[in-house]
Every structure is written in structure tokens, then in C-alpha cells.
């Protein structure tokens, strides 16, 4: 016996989502299979690795560990939402440029966290950077170009 749909009103990207959703059904889930927006991975479904990473009302948040039900009336920002069209905003630019990715499973997450963290930070040291990289788990990279894309994202901005 499945639970009673609740009607949600979420915001991804600028466009609004008014759907009807079990109240089980992970926010990861359902930017990916209700609003089709595959950028936002699922890794180790544990809140550890950080791919499923998103902005939340301005706070990055792991859409593995939160309903769908929870974002009720918020605004969501994905990796998708962080291009202006065709063109890639500051922090991408410097992943691309700088090589800070290999398989990219993980970089929709980093680039989540990142988002919001030099939101906060706009000048972070680079033990400063480490510590928010500390929260994504890459198995490609040594985390030093991401560093490093992280200090040019830095100047650019």
C-alpha cells in the first residue's frame, strides 16, 4: 500500500515544477526523472560522495538525503542552471580550462558546492578551498587542478 501523493511547487532552475509526488521520493530523483534534468548524479546514495549535490534556497544540499516534499515551495538550483545559455559561468570556465575534471561524474557536485561556498568566501585561501573540496569525493583527480580551478574561478569573479 503506497502513501498518499502530495502536491509540490518547486522551483528548479527559474521554471516551476507543480506535480503530485510520493512523499518518499528522493529530491535527486525527482530533478532527474520528473523535471529531466540528468546533471545532478547519484553516487553513493549516502550523503558521503557529494555528486548529488544542489543549491536549496542558497544552500547546497545533498538531494540524496532530502524529499522531494522537503523542497516544497523552494528554489533549486542545479548544474544545468549554472550556464547563461551556451555560456559557461566563471567557476566552469576554470574547471574546463584548468583540467579539474577527468570522468566528471563528480564535477556537477563540486561545482554545486563550490557555487555556493565562493558565494560565501569570495576570497578563500587555499587551505580554505581544500577544506570545502573535503565534503566531494573524486576517484579520477588529485584534487590540485580543481584547486587550482577554484583560485582562477577566484580571480576571474
Do not use: K, W
Not at 549516502?46 to 540524496?64: K, N
Not at 588529485?142 to 584547486?147: D, K
Request: with cysteine; charged share 20%; net charge negative.
Amino acid at each position: 500500500m503506497s502513501a498518499a501523493r502530495r502536491d509540490v511547487r518547486i522551483t528548479v532552475n527559474g521554471r516551476t515544477y507543480a506535480v503530485s509526488v510520493e512523499p518518499r521520493l528522493l529530491l535527486v530523483d525527482f530533478l532527474r526523472h520528473e523535471c529531466g534534468l540528468t546533471g545532478t548524479h547519484v553516487g553513493c546514495a549516502h550523503g558521503v560522495c557529494g555528486a548529488c549535490t544542489v543549491v536549496l534556497d542558497g544552500a547546497s544540499v545533498r538531494s540524496c538525503l532530502t524529499f522531494a516534499v522537503q523542497a516544497d515551495n523552494s528554489e533549486i538550483t542545479t548544474v544545468e542552471g549554472l550556464a547563461d545559455g551556451e555560456s559557461l559561468n566563471a567557476l566552469q570556465r576554470a574547471f574546463h580550462e584548468n583540467h579539474a575534471l577527468q570522468c566528471g561524474y563528480c564535477t556537477p557536485g563540486f561545482l554545486m558546492s563550490l557555487t555556493e561556498f565562493l558565494r560565501e568566501t569570495p576570497d578563500p585561501s587555499e587551505a580554505e578551498i581544500r577544506e570545502r573540496l573535503s565534503g566531494n569525493l573524486c576517484r579520477c583527480t588529485g584534487y590540485a587542478n580543481i584547486v587550482r580551478a577554484v583560485q582562477a574561478a577566484v580571480q576571474e569573479m
